[in-house]
């Protein structure tokens, strides 16, 4: 028998104690080490997604633009903008011109604000007004514009700016460009027209496409280039061909029509020296002999100062007197040099939205008119906008047209807005749009206080 202190010195041995309880049972064996990034529940962890979030971002983008309001909240909701902007843009940089001119610093912005106010009261009823009211308003507005670009022609009515006459005295300081009311005018009226020869099938037929249609391009053309106006013709010839483009047009139509278009541009370019020298200063750094390049050299001077976020609302130099017409023709160069490259992107992202609203209205709807005029002043301040800034920038020729909605111009932003109304009307005729704006509204009706006497 072992004595007590064996007994007593087992019990106290590390990891004998409980022995005996255990003889004869079967030890688990040893659990393997968990792997890493496991929890200890023994469920795997799910490895993130890197696309994940941009899928979900990609699905929401797609359902907020299939939603019935998103073209017409694009269109009004960017026109705003890119006007209230402008206003700010026109006071800031038409200030020193207005000074040097013997003016009040805030005349410029006045009359800016004076056609503002104009065009809103003409935009609202056009877009509240039917289709049907705009297709028949569009043989009047077509003989008006006519009759005043006549008029502009008869000696003691037109005045003339810069070496052209494009401009109808109505006395005192209040003039009128007829042109910028002849673009709007010739999409209503050639929308209707095609949209009827399309409605009897007769567009299959080159006489039915092109006539009356090009004539009534042509005599526009021809009184718009009499007051010397090529920048306003050539966006006149790009509204043309986008409507012939929606219409269905054939492609050696377009080659044939581009053909002739290009050889008379280059008679009347080569006829007028001024014009030739504009060419001449594609992709200048130097003012050239006699600074011919003075204009286009010191806007790409206004924008390279402008850094990142510019130098703060005005504060710009080259408005100053050193770059001409800082509040119209080159007011993003002004706009550049003031906000930054910050600035100047979010203009251009406005304008995008602008023209993406219009393209989703007039892809939205099978109506011919409504298609073909939504398309038409898309492709109108598209094509005026890409002139405007390839000007600032030194990629075409400075051609004297202003920036849509942002450059100081009375008749371009009372033209222009009216243009918008359009838009909008178009938006508004899609049953859903409708349904949703009214539904909208209700809600918005229901939340205001009740007043005794009221329906609600």
Not at 417 to 439: D, F, K, M, Q
């Amino acid at each position: 028998m072992r004595n007590s202190q064996s007994v007593r010195a087992e019990k106290r041995a590390p990891g004998t104690q409980g022995a005996p309880a255990a003889r004869g049972r079967r030890q688990a064996p040893p659990r393997a080490p968990e792997p890493a990034g496991r929890p200890r529940g023994g469920r795997a962890r799910r490895v993130p997604d890197p696309t994940a979030l941009p899928r979900r971002a990609l699905a929401r983008l797609r359902r907020a633009w299939d939603r019935p309001l998103t073209g017409y909240y694009l269109v009004a909701g960017s026109a705003a903008l890119i006007a209230g902007l402008g206003l700010v843009m026109v006071f800031s940089s038409s200030q020193i011109e207005a000074l040097r001119s013997g003016l009040p610093p805030t005349y410029y912005l006045r009359r800016q604000i004076m056609a503002a106010v104009i065009g809103v009261a003409l935009a609202v009823p056009a877009a509240r007004m039917p289709v049907k009211t705009h297709r028949w308003l569009a043989y009047p507005l077509l003989a008006g514009s006519v009759l005043l670009l006549a008029l502009v022609q008869v000696p003691g009515l037109g005045r003339t700016i810069n070496g052209n006459t494009n401009w109808l005295d109505l006395g005192g300081p209040f003039v009128l460009q007829p042109s910028e009311f002849a673009k709007v005018a010739f999409i209503v009226w050639g929308a209707d027209l095609l949209a009827r020869k399309q409605q009897h099938k007769l567009l299959g037929q080159w006489k039915h496409l092109l006539v009356p249609l090009v004539p009534g391009a042509l005599l526009l053309l021809g009184l718009m280039m009499l007051g010397g106006d090529m920048g306003t013709a050539v966006i006149l010839c790009a509204v043309l061909f986008g409507l012939l483009w929606l219409a269905g047009a054939p492609l050696r139509l377009f080659g044939a029509a581009l053909t002739g278009t290009a050889l008379l541009a280059t008679v009347l370019i080569m006829t007028a020296p001024h014009r030739v020298s504009r060419f001449a200063c594609l992709g200048a750094s130097d003012p050239g002999p006699n600074d011919q390049c003075w204009q286009m050299v010191h806007g790409l001077y206004a924008l390279s100062t402008g850094g990142l976020f510019g130098n703060g609302i005005g504060a710009s130099v080259e408005k100053w007197g050193q770059l001409p017409e800082p509040h119209t023709d080159f007011i993003f160069a002004v706009t550049g040099e003031e906000l930054g490259l910050f600035g100047t992107l979010s203009v251009l992202a406005l304008f995008a939205a602008l023209f993406a609203g219009g393209l989703r209205i007039a892809t939205r709807r099978n109506d011919p008119f409504v298609r073909l005029a939504t398309g038409g002043i898309v492709t109108w301040l598209a094509a005026q906008t890409f002139i405007n800034l390839g000007g600032v920038l030194g990629l075409v020729p400075v051609a004297g047209v202003p920036l849509p909605l942002f450059s100081y111009g009375g008749s371009s932003l009372i033209a222009t807005l009216y243009a918008v109304g359009i838009l909008l009307a178009a938006a508004r005729s899609e049953p859903a749009v409708r349904t949703a704006l009214e539904g909208r509204w209700r809600r918005i009706r229901s939340t205001l206080p009740h007043r005794p006497g009221r329906r609600r």
